[in-house]
T-cell receptor
Framework: EAGVVQSPRYKIIEKKQPVAFWCNPISGHNTLYWYLQNLGQGPELLIRYENEEAVDDSQLPKDRFSAERLKGVDSTLKIQPAELGDSAVYLCASSQRGDRNTEAFFGQGTRLTVV | GESVGLHLPTLSVQEGDNSIINCAYS??????FIWYKQESGKGPQFIIDIRSNMDKRQGQRVTVLLNKTVKHLSLQIAATQPGDSAVYFCAEKGGKLIFGQGTELSVKP
C-alpha cells in the first residue's frame, strides 16, 4: 500500500514568489494534516482537514498561506508571497479519522528554500 | 496552553546498550500518544502508540511506558543499533497531533 505522497521533494524560490505543495494521503484516510517543521524543531500543525472541511486552521497564517482539499482526497498548500522565514520542511500526514485513537502517517515532506 | 516536550535534546549510547528517551506532556486530558522516529531528510515514521488506559506497551525492541500521574512517557529501545540513530518525537493525538521538540539519538559503534 502506498504511503502519503508529497511533491515536490525540494523547492527553491525567490522571496515574494508563490509556491504550492501537493499531498496525496493514504487511500481511505479521511483526515489530512499539513505541518511545518523548522530545523531542529518538532512539526507544528498548520491545518487539519476532515474530508474536505478544514476543522482546524487556527495556526495557518492566512494572510499568505492557503490550503484546499476540494474532493476530500488530495490537498494543496500554497504560499503567496513567500518570505525568507518560510524556509522549512512542509509535511503532510493522514489518518483514518481525526479522533483520538488512530495513528497518523507522514509523507517525506517538501523542503522549501526561499532566497 | 498544550505542550508536549522532551527532557533531553541529545542522547548518545553505545551500540548494544538500551536507550531511554523521555517525554513530558501538560494536558492531563490527553489519552493517546505516539512515538515517531525521524531520520535525516525523511518524514516522521510511526514507531509505537499507547492509549491512556494502558501503562506499558511493547513492540519489536521498543517499549513505551506511560505514567499519567506525573504526565510522563518514555520510549525504551533494547539493544540499540546504528540504524536507530535518528530524532525521536513523542506526540499527543486528540483531534490535533501535537509534537514535542525531539531527542536526537546517536549510536556509537
Amino acid at each position: 500500500e502506498a504511503g502519503v505522497v508529497q511533491s515536490p521533494r525540494y523547492k527553491i524560490i525567490e522571496k515574494k514568489q508563490p509556491v504550492a505543495f501537493w499531498c496525496n494521503p493514504i487511500s481511505g484516510h479521511n483526515t489530512l494534516y499539513w505541518y511545518l517543521q523548522n530545523l531542529g524543531q518538532g512539526p507544528e500543525l498548520l491545518i487539519r482537514y476532515e474530508n474536505e472541511e478544514a476543522v482546524d486552521d487556527s495556526q495557518l497564517p492566512k494572510d499568505r498561506f492557503s490550503a484546499e482539499r476540494l474532493k476530500g482526497v488530495d490537498s494543496t498548500l500554497k504560499i503567496q508571497p513567500a518570505e525568507l522565514g518560510d524556509s522549512a520542511v512542509y509535511l503532510c500526514a493522514s489518518s483514518q479519522r481525526g479522533d483520538r485513537n488512530t495513528e497518523a502517517f507522514f509523507g517525506q515532506g517538501t523542503r522549501l528554500t526561499v532566497v | 496552553g498544550e505542550s508536549v516536550g522532551l527532557h533531553l535534546p541529545t542522547l548518545s549510547v553505545q551500540e548494544g546498550d538500551n536507550s531511554i528517551i523521555n517525554c513530558a506532556y501538560s494536558n492531563s486530558a490527553s489519552d493517546y500518544f505516539i512515538w515517531y522516529k525521524q531520520e535525516s531528510g525523511k518524514g516522521p515514521q510511526f514507531i509505537i502508540d499507547i492509549r491512556s488506559n494502558m501503562d506499558k506497551r511493547q513492540g519489536q525492541r521498543v517499549t513505551v511506558l506511560l505514567n499519567k500521574t506525573v504526565k510522563h512517557l518514555s520510549l525504551q529501545i533494547a539493544a540499540t543499533q546504528p540504524g536507530d540513530s535518528a530524532v525521536y518525537f513523542c506526540a499527543e493525538k486528540g483531534g490535533k497531533l501535537i509534537f514535542g521538540q525531539g531527542t536526537e539519538l546517536s549510536v556509537k559503534p
